[in-house]
């Protein structure tokens, strides 16, 4: 009963940003984990950041540190990805997840989630 919608891709310049937001319905409380994800053409899923419950914690993968920023506002059960700085190499397809409920703190593996958006595509270009 839990679903996550992505919104906010497009097409963006190189040094352009977006700013992706994932809304969250259904039957589910506000006390969970938040993570996004990215897909690009014959790569792996690989992980950007995770945002804790409260907000109050984050952390990003290397690739995308100072340049991407995670928020939520659970009032709205929304989570967003604010991406400055974007490069070519940022091209995917993004995904906001949840971790599963059995975990305790934020983790990086595609595997500790367990709800799923269909995704949002973001394209840089040069």
């Known amino acids: 009963q839990v679903q996550l919608v992505e919104s906010g891709g497009g097409l963006v310049q190189a040094g352009g940003s977006l700013r992706l937001s994932c809304a969250a319905s259904g039957r589910t409380s506000r006390n969970y984990n938040m993570g996004w994800f990215r897909q690009a053409p014959g790569k792996e899923r690989e992980f950007v950041g995770t945002i804790s419950w409260s907000g109050d914690s984050t952390f990003y993968a290397d690739s995308v540190k100072g340049r991407f920023t995670i928020s939520r506002d659970n009032a709205k059960n929304s989570v967003y990805l604010q991406m400055n700085s974007l490069v070519s190499e940022d091209t995917a397809v993004y995904h906001c997840?949840?971790?599963?409920?059995?975990?305790?703190?934020?983790?990086?593996?595609?595997?500790?989630?367990?709800?799923w958006g269909q995704g949002t595509q973001v394209t840089v270009s040069s």
């Open positions: 997840a949840k971790q599963r409920g059995s975990i305790v703190g934020l983790t990086r593996t595609p595997e500790s989630y367990n709800v």
